[in-house]
């Protein structure tokens, strides 16, 4: 069956410290990959995306994600975490019709 | 980039009324969609709306139940009828500019459902 899985539904990392957020896919054909950031009582936010080219792909806010074509993932990750970055995190996957399907959703909570 | 502005960002409401939920957007867009967030779930789509035509359902979702309209390019609206408590949910809007992917959001409507 078709399917995003975040696997992490909640992270907890110091600040400073790194994140990786996972991501598979089970789809026939390569999609198109998002990740979007959710803060509390807010709407969504695109991260990065990928379509084509370049598997390691630079975003906002000092995030960066890996496509993987033999894990079919697309993990997420920043070096360094700022408080800022406490949120929901969502992988989404689409294809031409542009109707995205979203993964569960990793809650990142970051500690002083 | 596409500026959405969403009415109301939330609302609680009694079971067996409809609320209607409008989303604008600054600039003209090819393609809008409705999302649902279920608490503590993930984004479901609920359909595309089209314009000038009837909206197109996903699986699970029906036009009794999620009548949408889209009069225009920046504008749509979709309507929560006959609602229950399982219905409360953050409702978002999406639109696809025609400089393309990716898609923007809305900040949500918040429903509750007493």
């Known amino acids: 069956a078709q399917s995003v899985t975040q696997p992490d539904i909640h992270i907890t990392v110091s600040e400073g410290a790194s994140l990786e957020l996972r991501c598979n896919y089970s789809?026939?054909?390569?999609?198109?990959l998002f990740w979007y950031v959710q803060s509390p009582g807010q709407g969504l936010q695109l991260l990065l995306k990928y379509f084509s080219g370049d598997t390691l792909v630079q975003g906002i806010k000092g995030f960066e994600a890996e496509f993987k074509r033999s894990q079919s993932s697309f993990n997420l990750r920043k070096p360094s975490v700022h408080w800022s970055d406490a949120a929901e995190y969502f992988c989404a996957v689409g294809f031409n019709d542009y109707k995205l399907s979203f993964g569960a959703g990793t809650t990142v909570t970051v500690r002083a | 980039s596409a500026v959405i502005s969403q009415k109301p960002s939330r609302d609680i409401c009694q079971r067996g009324t409809s609320l209607t939920i409008q989303c604008q957007v600054d600039?003209?867009?090819?393609?809008m969609f409705w999302y649902r967030q279920q608490p503590g779930q993930s984004l479901t789509l609920i359909a595309t709306a089209n314009q000038g035509s009837e909206a197109t359902y996903e699986s699970g979702f029906v036009i009794d139940k999620f009548p949408i309209s889209r009069p225009n390019l920046t504008f749509s609206t979709l309507t929560v009828s006959n609602m229950s408590p399982e219905d409360s949910s953050i409702y978002l809007c999406?639109?696809?500019?025609?400089?393309?992917?990716?898609?923007?959001f809305g900040n949500g409507t918040r429903l509750t459902v007493t």
């Open positions: 999406s639109v696809l500019t025609f400089e393309g992917s990716p898609l923007h």
């Open positions: 600039s003209q867009v090819t393609m």
């Open positions: 789809y026939g054909a390569t999609p198109y």
